[in-house]
């Protein structure tokens, strides 16, 4: 699964482009969408892996053996240990979507299902009609949801647990 991470999109753009159309997904958001989720679910497969490694089974056995269910077992003990893992999958592959111009662009060229940075291009390109203020309000909305991330998640990406047992 991690093959399919490791190739620019670009290169497969032209599949991606073929299976779109004959889904009849071509030019929608949603499909921009699935093909966005299909490339980065290898990615968070990877690190989350990474994540539920640092967990010790003892744990876990330990709360089964206490009378806990294995979805008690995960939520209390499990969750809080990879919950730095979980905030940083979300910031990167919310960033890598938000970032993303080069799918939107060519996967939905249409204007009914432009998203931001298309949007900000198409303003850039007008060359009939400069609006500083529209450029200026678009930069502005486009940087104003990944502070807000940043703010809501730096205390958990600071606090990654290592786990561990008593020995």
């Known amino acids: 699964m991690i093959v399919l991470h490791s190739f620019p999109t670009i290169t497969l753009i032209i599949a991606i482009f073929i299976v779109l159309q004959s889904l009849g997904l071509y030019d929608s958001l ?12 290898p990615f968070g497969i990877w690190i989350m892996k990474g994540f539920y490694d640092t ?19 995960w939520w209390e003990l499990v969750l809080p240990q990879i919950q730095p893992g979980l905030a940083a999958l979300l910031i990167i592959s919310f960033l890598a979507a938000w970032s993303e111009f080069v799918l939107p662009l060519v996967l939905a060229p249409g204007t009914g299902a432009q998203v931001l940075a298309t949007y900000m291009y198409s303003v850039i390109n007008d060359d009939s009609n400069l609006d500083f203020g529209l450029f200026k309000a678009i930069g502005m909305f486009y940087s104003f949801p990944v502070i807000l991330i940043y703010l809501l998640f ?9 786990g561990g047992t008593k020995g």
């Open 30 to 41: 949603i499909g921009v969408i699935m093909v966005k989720t299909a490339l980065e679910l």
């Open 154 to 162: 730096q205390r958990q990406l600071m606090n990654i647990y290592g």
């Open 55 to 73: 967990v010790s089974w003892e744990i876990e056995m330990a709360g089964v053996q206490d009378g806990a269910s294995r979805f008690r077992v």
